[in-house]
């Protein structure tokens, strides 16, 4: 089963090339922009390398686009006539849905780390501890990918879901003043921080490139904590497309 | 007059589009900070155009693959004809949002802009070639979410180098000559004009966006089934 | 009884699609269920497969209580969907080993059964080929052999023949009299009479949520075996000389098709003559009588068409 979501879900290519290409180009514009000086917005926090900060913003930002993976897979599954034959079969549904997002999560991982590593050897991003950092971001794909299908299964509709996701994934991104500074009021400053699964992931990430352990906490404390109940919530909304 | 309803109709019914087309692209106001005067969401602005612009084709889009463009086709309508409506409601809807923005950042932006006419016709034209370079864009696909996903990664960057979701200014004039070839870089570019009050330019913006999207008109207006 | 369903009632909100529905199968039986578009069909054969609950009633596959929880029921039935329910992007192989893998089949005893069914429904050569590719007719029997991997012993086909070319029909029924012959059981619905005619052994007729008749193609025609089937060609047809022609005793109804007036009289009586009387002036092309068959058993209980479903 998994093998064959594996398969289904990678091959995908334009999904990958636009998940992998667009922030990389992305990236690659950025770092440009900010290393001619021409642009005066300080966007370094404390003293984090702005191709360590691009590279954390962007691939947080695609990670949650990247949640059409299991969005676009369960919708061809459960929302459509391929409902009634897979529900006919003696396979759990419930297994089905996790072999989706468990390939899910694999693939959009991979995607992350391939732009961690492309901002690595091309942009000389230096980050601590790579491992914890990769862990975040592994932390990161299962609650977007979680998140993803919560809201499949709420809306059950996947033109909906992709909408309201893209919509969160581009506030998000500027909660976290990746394209442009937000004023300096606290309420930013809180979103930017803490009040976002992205601005958690972000948050720890660059707790752990500082060996800031409170940030470290504050940030992977809560993205478990939302990980945990999404995967409860699935339960019973998977209900609404099972029966 | 039935397609043209019928378009409307359509486009209203969806609740994404009401939310892209009429409450994000509001936010835009609120972006604080200003480049070289002018706020810099009156460009930003330009992104959720293209973006609406979009979505308003997708029926376009959707009728070559639901195969309804045949059924059209063999009825006594032109394809002139069903464009044309089209095309035209997709542009009503626009300029009710431009109308709305160009109000709306006079009220919270007030005299910051010398002249409201002159930014309001340059969004209209602007508007004129995004429908135009979304009609283009979407008569090489057959579905939708594929012609979507690309056009995401391809607006974006588009929006981005030109100027529209950032500042021109942060690009060298080695760059800034090449992005003109862009159909969004002439957006900021009038803007800008407006801002200092160079009518020529201001015209020229005009004239070059009129031209794009009548480029764009053409090539999107292929049938294709 | 590989299949009982008693006094089945289902509803969905105001509307009673089964209504005191009762349907049997024996192992080995080709079961045709006709009917007109709303008639239930489709409800009912989700309901044997377990995808909806009934409200009342009972469903009993292979000796069990059909609760839509019992996997060992859904190990023993293949479900033919009427939409062509398989992954396009997937090859032909990769579907089959996928739903294969699903009823429980794995390793060399999957791979074996992928060919065994690719050659059962003449898709050996295009296994490595993806169905997008595919015409209509392949598809619908890719469909098929994802159905049947697994050696169901109950095998439900909704409508499997929709939209194909004949040769590939012609495929099909060859396989469900082949399947059937191997001890399997087959439901098969079907908007097309001639299908149900030609392969089933007992039908059953459903309108409004219930069966209105059922038993082998003989007994079906039996009921209306009294009566004489006598068909007009026009030239033009008129709702008024339907009309006047009911009103001629001794005719027991009138329907229109095309060009056609199909009347039925009691057997043995001749009122041609004033038959033709009424429908002279619309221009006469031929007159015929004919044996009933079941698409006249199905108009008789009916009052419609199969496929045209009269307002």
């Known amino acids: 089963m998994i093998k064959f979501h594996l398969l289904r879900n990678g091959r995908d290519f334009i999904g990958h090339a636009i998940l992998i290409f667009l922030p990389i180009v992305l990236l690659s514009i950025f770092n440009y922009i900010y290393s001619t000086n021409l642009f005066p917005i300080e966007v370094m926090v404390d003293s984090v390398e702005i191709p360590v900060i691009l590279t954390i913003g962007f691939a947080l930002t695609f990670q949650i686009?990247?949640?059409?993976?299991?969005?676009?897979?369960?919708?061809?599954?459960?929302?459509?006539?391929?409902?009634?034959?897979?529900?006919?079969?003696?396979?759990?549904?419930?297994?089905?849905?996790?072999?989706?997002?468990?390939?899910?999560?694999?693939?959009?991982?991979?995607?992350?780390?391939?732009?961690?590593?492309?901002?690595?050897?091309?942009?000389?991003?230096?980050?601590?501890?790579?491992?914890a950092v990769l862990l975040v971001l592994l932390l990161s794909v299962i609650v977007n990918q979680l998140l993803g299908a919560t809201i499949l299964f709420l809306a059950k509709d996947a033109k909906t879901a992709d909408a309201i996701t893209t919509v969160y994934g581009t506030m998000t991104a500027?909660?976290?003043?990746?394209?442009?500074?937000?004023?300096?009021?606290?309420?930013?400053?809180?979103?930017?921080?803490?009040?976002?699964?992205?601005?958690?992931?972000?948050?720890?990430?660059?707790?752990?490139?500082?060996?800031?352990?409170?940030?470290?906490?504050?940030?992977?404390?809560?993205?478990?904590?939302?990980?945990?109940?999404?995967?409860?919530?699935?339960?019973p909304l998977s209900k609404k497309v099972i029966i | 007059m039935i397609l043209f309803k019928h378009a409307l109709k359509h486009s209203f019914a969806q609740p994404v589009n009401i939310l892209v087309i009429f409450i994000l692209p509001f936010a835009a106001l609120f972006i604080p900070f200003e480049v070289g005067g002018l706020p810099f969401g009156l460009s930003f602005y330009g992104l959720f155009n293209l973006f609406s612009a979009f979505l308003l084709s997708r029926l376009i889009v959707e009728d070559r693959s639901n195969k309804i463009i045949i059924r059209i086709s063999s009825a006594p309508i032109s394809y002139f004809q069903y464009l044309g409506s089209y095309l035209?409601?997709?542009?009503?809807?626009?300029?009710?949002?431009?109308?709305?923005?160009?109000?709306?950042?006079?009220?919270?932006?007030?005299?910051?802009?010398?002249n409201y006419g002159l930014l309001l016709i340059l969004y209209l034209l602007y508007s004129i070639m995004t429908i135009s370079f979304s009609l283009c864009w979407n008569s090489f696909f057959r579905a939708y979410n594929i012609s979507f996903a690309l056009f995401t990664g391809v607006a974006s960057v588009m929006c981005l180098i030109s100027g529209v979701s950032i500042p021109l200014q942060v690009f060298p004039g080695s760059i800034r000559s090449k992005v003109m070839i862009l159909p969004t870089y002439w957006l900021p570019s009038g803007l800008v004009a407006i801002y200092n009050g160079k009518i020529i330019d201001v015209i020229f913006s005009y004239i070059v966006l009129l031209v794009y999207g009548g480029i764009l008109l053409l090539l999107g207006s292929k049938r294709r089934y | 009884m590989i299949l009982k369903m008693e006094n089945i009632i289902k509803r969905f909100n105001e509307n009673l699609a089964l209504d005191y529905l009762s349907l049997d199968a024996e192992e080995g039986e080709v079961i045709g269920l006709l009917g007109p578009n709303g008639a239930g069909k489709?409800?009912?054969?989700?309901?044997?497969?377990?995808?909806?609950?009934?409200?009342?009633?009972?469903?009993?596959?292979?000796?069990?209580?059909?609760?839509?929880?019992?996997?060992?029921?859904?190990?023993?039935?293949?479900?033919?969907?009427?939409?062509?329910?398989?992954?396009?992007?997937?090859?032909?192989?990769?579907?089959?080993?996928?739903?294969?893998?699903?009823?429980?089949?794995?390793k060399q005893v999957l791979k074996?059964?992928?060919?065994?069914?690719?050659?059962?429904?003449?898709?050996?050569?295009?296994?490595?080929?993806?169905?997008?590719?595919?015409?209509?007719?392949?598809?619908?029997?890719?469909?098929?052999?994802?159905?049947?991997?697994?050696?169901?012993?109950?095998?439900?086909?909704?409508?499997?023949?929709?939209?194909?070319d004949p040769q590939s029909r012609n495929y099909i029924l060859d396989f469900v009299e082949k399947v059937s012959a191997a001890g399997t059981t087959v439901i098969y619905t079907s908007h097309y009479i001639e299908e149900v005619e030609a392969i089933a052994d007992r039908i059953f007729i459903m309108d409004q949520g219930h069966v209105i008749a059922s038993g082998t193609l003989q007994e079906l025609i039996a009921r209306i075996k009294g009566d004489s089937h006598i068909l007009v060609d026009i030239r033009l047809v008129s709702e008024e000389k339907k009309a006047e022609l009911l009103t001629i005793a001794d005719i027991k109804?009138?329907?229109?098709?095309?060009?056609?007036?199909?009347?039925?009289?009691?057997?043995?009586?001749?009122?041609?003559?004033?038959?033709?009387?009424?429908?002279?002036?619309?221009?006469?092309?031929?007159?015929?009588?004919?044996?009933?068959?079941?698409?006249?058993?199905?108009?008789?209980?009916?009052?419609?068409?199969?496929?045209?479903?009269?307002?």
């Not at chain 1, 693939?107 to 732009?115: A, G």
């Not at chain 3, 690719?118 to 169905?131: F, H, M, V, W, Y």
């Not at chain 3, 209509?136 to 994802?146: F, H, V």
């Not at chain 3, 033709?276 to 419609?304: C, H, M, W, Y």
Request: glycine fraction near 6%.
């Open chain 1, 65 to 131: 686009y990247g949640s059409a993976l299991s969005t676009e897979t369960l919708a061809q599954d459960f929302l459509s006539p391929m409902r009634d034959r897979l529900l006919a079969t003696p396979a759990s549904p419930r297994k089905l849905i996790m072999s989706v997002l468990l390939t899910s999560i694999i693939l959009s991982f991979l995607q992350t780390v391939v732009i961690v590593i492309f901002s690595m050897i091309i942009f000389e991003a230096r980050f601590e501890s790579l491992w």
């Open chain 1, 174 to 235: 500027i909660c976290i003043e990746l394209y442009f500074p937000l004023p300096d009021l606290r309420i930013f400053e809180l979103l930017k921080k803490y009040l976002t699964p992205m601005s958690l992931a972000r948050t720890a990430i660059i707790g752990i490139i500082k060996n800031n352990f409170q940030d470290i906490l504050i940030g992977v404390l809560p993205l478990i904590l939302i990980a945990v109940i999404l995967f409860i919530l699935l339960r």
């Open chain 2, 88 to 114: 035209l409601a997709f542009l009503l809807i626009l300029v009710i949002q431009n109308t709305i923005f160009t109000l709306a950042t006079y009220f919270y932006w007030g005299d910051v802009v010398l």
């Open chain 3, 42 to 106: 489709t409800t009912c054969i989700k309901s044997i497969v377990g995808l909806l609950p009934v409200d009342e009633g009972e469903i009993t596959v292979f000796g069990m209580k059909q609760d839509g929880k019992n996997k060992s029921i859904r190990r023993q039935i293949g479900f033919v969907t009427q939409d062509i329910t398989i992954y396009e992007n997937m090859t032909a192989r990769e579907n089959l080993a996928f739903f294969g893998s699903l009823y429980g089949l794995e």
């Open chain 3, 112 to 164: 074996d059964r992928i060919e065994e069914v690719a050659r059962i429904i003449g898709l050996e050569g295009r296994l490595d080929e993806r169905p997008k590719y595919f015409s209509g007719g392949m598809k619908r029997r890719l469909n098929i052999g994802c159905s049947i991997l697994h050696h169901p012993r109950l095998l439900i086909m909704d409508e499997p023949t929709v939209g194909i």
């Open chain 3, 253 to 311: 109804d009138v329907f229109i098709k095309d060009n056609q007036y199909h009347i039925i009289v009691p057997g043995g009586i001749s009122i041609i003559d004033k038959i033709v009387a009424v429908l002279t002036p619309l221009g006469i092309v031929n007159v015929n009588s004919r044996q009933p068959n079941l698409e006249d058993v199905f108009l008789t209980l009916t009052g419609k068409q199969l496929r045209d479903e009269v307002e």
